[in-house]
């Protein structure tokens, strides 16, 4: 069970990450910014589970969230941005 928390709170924390990324860079003031608050309460989620007893189990759910959590943020962007972004 921790294993599964740990990938979904490292999935949504890079998840987050790469929205962030491209939110500033494409100037989404106000996603930039909800993006920020899924940024902190991701982190908080992943600094509460790591520290406990890891196994190799929960080592690759930790490694394996990241790269699924790019590439969704890579893959929903452009609809979020024409959905709700707005250009400064």
Do not use: D
């Amino acid at each position: 069970m921790t294993a599964l928390a740990l990938f979904f709170a490292t999935y949504f924390l890079v998840l987050f990450l790469g929205l962030q990324s491209l939110n500033v860079n494409g100037g989404h003031k106000l996603l930039a910014a909800l993006t920020s608050l899924g940024i902190s309460v991701a982190n908080i989620t992943v600094l509460k589970i790591m520290p406990g007893p890891t196994g190799w189990v929960e080592i690759a759910a930790y490694c394996l969230g990241g790269p699924a959590g790019i590439l969704t943020s890579m893959a929903i962007h452009p609809w979020m941005a024409r959905r709700f972004g707005r250009k400064p």
